[in-house]
T-cell receptor, first 113, second 112 residues
Framework: DADVTQTPRNRITKTGKRIMLECSQT?????MYWYRQDPGLGLRLIYY???????NKGEISDGYSVSRQAQAKFSLSLESAIPNQTALYFCATSDPADNEKLFFGSGTQLSVL | QKEVEQNSGPLSVPEGAIASLNCTYSDRVSQSFFWYRQYSGKSPELIMSIYSNGDKEDGRFTAQLNKASQYVSLLIRDSQPSDSATYLCAVNTRDSSYKLIFGSGTRLLVRP
């Protein structure tokens, strides 16, 4: 079983629609992250959460929101999707006791038409 | 200037050769450095971490860190076609929150 699970794996949506990407983990890590990956740009941090009551913006948070429903669950929402949000999205977790090594989910490929 | 820079490649090497991947970073106080391997369409996978100057070896992989020159490299000995992937360099940020900043990755092709 995957330690970090993302749903859905693929999503096609239309401009203006609200969508949610979900992430759950069984690693017991407090810290969770959302990254997006675009060709040639590497991974960029959208939001991160160090515990249930701690939410922080990353370098590209505009147009996104997040919810940390529990230690194991961290969801990403696009309130009104636009085409330039088409990307591969990754959820990740880390443990500060393990030098913050990131463990990634399988990713969600999102296409906004 | 990007915080973490890598040559995008592709870096093409013959099977059995040594592949050398390089990464430079801008934040002098960074303390933790990681190499992730990412196969096409898959998620990044941690392969090496290094925290102090010098070399760290793990099987066919060697990570090298030079904080004075602000670079970190990854050597892959006896390269195999299965090593063909994109290699992402990641560096922790200045503040205490330990956020990782990623380079854009170097694509490695190992020719049979």
């Amino acid at each position: 079983d995957a330690d970090v699970t993302q749903t859905p794996r693929n999503r096609i949506t239309k401009t203006g629609k609200r969508i949610m990407l979900e992430c759950s983990q069984t690693k017991g890590h407090d810290r969770m992250y959302w990254y997006r990956q675009d060709p040639g740009l590497g991974l960029r941090l959208i939001y991160y959460s160090f515990d249930v009551k701690d939410i922080n913006k990353g370098e590209i948070s505009d147009g996104y929101s997040v919810s940390r429903q529990a230690q194991a669950k961290f969801s990403l929402s696009l309130e009104s999707a636009i085409p330039n949000q088409t990307a591969l999205y990754f959820c990740a977790t880390s443990d500060p006791a393990d030098n913050e090594k990131l463990f990634f989910g399988s990713g969600t490929q999102l296409s906004v038409l | 200037q990007k915080e973490v820079e890598q040559n995008s490649g592709p870096l093409s090497v013959p099977e059995g050769a040594i592949a050398s991947l390089n990464c430079t970073y801008s934040d002098r106080v960074s303390q933790s450095f990681f190499w992730y391997r990412q196969y096409s369409g898959k998620s990044p996978e941690l392969i090496m971490s290094i925290y102090s100057n010098g070399d760290k070896e793990d099987g066919r992989f060697t990570a090298q860190l030079n904080k004075a020159s602000q670079y970190v490299s990854l050597l892959i000995r006896d390269s195999q076609p299965s090593d063909s992937a994109t290699y992402l360099c990641a560096v922790n940020t200045r503040d205490s929150s330990y956020k990782l900043i990623f380079g854009s990755g170097t694509r490695l092709l190992v020719r049979p």
